[in-house]
Every structure is written in C-alpha cells, then in structure tokens.
C-alpha cells in the first residue's frame, strides 16, 4: 500500500506506472466503488485518477485494477486530505482587568489530520462590524487582550485554531464584556515558585506585590487548575504575613498550575504567574549502584557478570542495567550493551584472548544512570584451566615389545593449559 497526503483544494493526482504488453485497461475504486472513467487517464505504461480540487469526501482506499489478456495486477493507495481545523470549544471570558480581558477555551474536536499550530484571537466594539486581530500566535488555550479602552467600551471576542492548511472557522463570546478592572485592588504577588512536592501535596511561596492597591493587604488566595481543565479554583487562603502555603487537596499523579493573589479591603487582585505544570508526586532521584557485582564462565571471548539491584531505587522502578568494561592500562570504559539490560545477569562477548579487563555496572531509573559498581578485575579474557590427566587404561595388560624393535610408549593426555 502507498499513502498520500494532500491538502483541502488542492489537485489530487495519483499515478501509477505498469509494465504490460498489451496494454492494460485500468479500473480505480474508492472503498470497492467504481470511480467515473472520465477522472482517470490510461496510456501504455501508467495509469492516471485526477481531481482538480481535494475535499475531505476524497479521504480513504483506493484500489486500482490493471488487467490484459495475460492477467491482472492490483494496487492500493490511502488518501488522507489535511482540512483546517474545526471550531474551538467552551469560549469564554475568565477574567476582566483595566484594559485587558483574558479568555480561555478548550481544543476543537477536529485538528483537520495536521497539529494545531496556534490560535486567531480577535476582537470587536460592539458598536463597530470591524474585527481587529488581537494575535494570530496564541500557542496555548488562554489568551489576554490588551491595549483595550478602559470602561465605557463593550467588547466582543472570537477565536479559530490554524494549522498549516488554514484557519477554522471562529467562535464567538457569547455576550459583550468592558475592558474594566477594580479599583484599588492589589497587584499580583512576585516570585511565586513551588518549594517542595510530594505525593500528599505542594509548598509554594511567593513575595508581596510591588502595589498593594493604596490599602494594607489583608491576605492571599492561592489557586490552582488542574492540567486537563481552564478553570482556575481557590484552593486556599493566607492571612497577610504568610508568604507560604503548603496545598495537600490535590490528588496523586495529577498536574496542576498554580498561582496566587493578594486580597485588601477593597478586593482580590490580579493574579500571578502561573508556575509551571506540578505532578504530585514523591520527589524521584538516581539509584544507588548496584550490590555484589560478580563473574562465571570465563573464556577467551566473553564472561558472564551477574549483581543484584540497588539497595535505593530513588523512588522510581529501574528501567535497566548499563555493562562497561575498561582494558588493563587504560582509561577507556566501554559500553557493552547498547540497550538496558533487563535482568540481573549479561553475557559480556568480543573480549580479546588473554586480555585482562575490568567490568562495572550502573543502574538506571527515569531520573538517571546511577554511579557505578566498584570496578570488578582485571580478569583474564581465557578457558578455565584445567589440571593434567594421563590416559594409561591402554597399558592394562601391560606393554609388549619386540626385540629389536624401536619402544614407543604413546600417553593420552589433557590438560588446560597444555601440560
């Protein structure tokens, strides 16, 4: 099977080449239906199926018939048609500040078959049929539009995701909104940053904003959103000399965002930077070496290496074993396996006869290569020795010689290294 990819509106030709005498007469079906013969074009060495404009409908198998009277051949290629993108979903107004608005919405069902690349944000006076683009680069799901007339002025938003055939269709808020924020209210807290994770919860901190709104603040309202959601909830709050939280109402292997916000009499003000995308869960770090590296089957061209595992995993299971080896005299250890070794034994081969070597083995998790084992060696790359024997059961009877013959008296042995 061949696969083609073109896009929305464009041409669509596919062509394939035969070899037959006599000519070959060509049928093309579309998921076992008969295409019409005035799409298709068929000379001594090709077939041809043109379209002159690509729509999605031209999506799916196609399967070409090339038959003469010595037989018949058959072909399949799969189309795929890149449209642009669908509609994006759940637009909505978050939050109004003095000249701003942020918006947020979720992907649309459809990509068109080719990744989003970003999203149109646009906006328009109520009063006006003009739309005035905000940005054509949002590179995530939220958006905040500045530059607005600061009250007084009704706006109204749409959005359309793109990727590299085209923008979608846009959508929009569903009720005009003013550019209007509070009066008076604080600034975002500075420097939020998470100090400490583990699976029970997060410990953040942060520093008073630069304007606490002309009124002494009063306290913080720490928030969060889970990864999978736009919604920003409160998770808790601090009275106004606690520059710290420590959030345990979240859930194990979840992500979340979190930010904060300083609250005076007047009211809440804007929030901070999100920090970044937080995983609840134990804080992971490399393992310790593996224990009790040892050796058997020692031969001219390979030993076998066996240990146990890392008396500390850091927290994360190992993926696997890393086997190096380093020669006598010098300083280069060499990776043995090229990928992880699964078990706790490996065959180490393509040693050099009478080489001496040292072996090591590390371990690694998600978080890294441990260090290795203490180095075990050097070892001698040769067959185990094995001590002298003499054949003598041909001399039971013992030995009979003729005069004046020559005495030869022939003695099997064995033995490694030759006696």
């Known amino acids: 099977d061949q696969n083609l990819v073109v896009d929305v509106g464009q041409p669509l030709t596919m062509t394939v080449p035969y070899d037959a005498y006599p000519r070959a007469e060509a049928e093309w079906f579309k998921e076992d239906e008969a295409l019409p013969t005035q799409t298709v074009d068929t000379t001594v060495d090709c077939t041809t199926f043109r379209i002159y404009e690509a729509k999605t409908s031209h999506r799916g198998s196609y399967k070409i018939i090339l038959k003469n009277k010595h037989g018949k051949a058959e072909a399949h290629i799969n189309v795929q048609v890149i449209d642009v993108p669908g509609p994006v979903r759940n637009l909505e107004v978050t939050e109004t500040f ?3 608005v942020s918006l947020a919405w979720e992907e649309p069902e459809s990509d068109g078959g080719s990744k989003i690349i970003g999203y149109v944000v646009e906006r328009r006076d109520v009063k006006r049929k003009t739309w005035i683009l905000a940005t054509d680069r949002a590179d995530s799901c939220e958006y905040t539009v500045t530059g607005l007339q600061r ?18 269709e846009p959508v929009e808020t569903d009720k005009p909104v003013e550019a209007k924020s509070r009066f008076e209210v604080p600034g975002p807290p500075l420097n939020v940053q998470v100090a400490d994770v583990n699976r029970f919860g997060a410990s953040l901190t942060w520093e008073p904003p630069d304007y606490d709104g002309g009124s002494p603040i009063t306290g913080y309202i720490i928030e ?16 106004a000399d606690e520059l710290a939280a420590t959030l345990t109402d ?43 590296l040892n050796h058997s089957d020692q031969t001219k061209s390979s030993v076998q290496l066996t240990w146990e595992p890392p008396l500390k995993d850091g927290g994360s299971p190992i993926l696997g074993y890393i086997i190096e080896r380093c020669e006598e005299g010098t300083d280069n250890w060499i990776r043995c396996n090229a990928k992880l070794a699964p078990d706790l034994t490996y065959k180490v081969t393509g040693l050099k006869p009478l080489a001496r070597y040292y ?5 690694e998790n998600a978080a890294g290569i441990s260090d290795p084992t203490e180095a075990l060696g050097p070892l001698t790359a040769d067959d185990p020795s094995v001590g002298p024997t003499m054949d003598l059961s041909g001399f039971k009877d013992g030995l009979e010689v003729i005069v004046p013959d020559p005495l030869r008296i022939r003695v099997p042995i064995t033995g490694y290294p030759k006696p």
Request: net charge positive; proline share 7%.
């Open 98 to 100: 003095d000249g701003e």
């Open 151 to 168: 009250g007084g002025v009704e706006y109204l938003f749409r959005v359309s995701a793109k990727n590299r055939v085209g923008t979608g």
């Open 224 to 239: 969060l959103r889970d990864r999978a959601s736009i919604k920003w909830e409160p998770a808790m709050t601090t009275g």
């Open 250 to 292: 979240v859930v194990e292997n979840k992500e979340y965002f979190f930010r904060v916000r300083a609250q005076n009499q007047v009211g809440i003000g804007k929030p901070s930077a999100s920090t970044h995308a937080v995983k609840i869960m134990d804080p992971i770090e490399k393992p310790s070496p593996p224990v009790n």
């Open 359 to 363: 072996y090591r083995v590390s371990a």
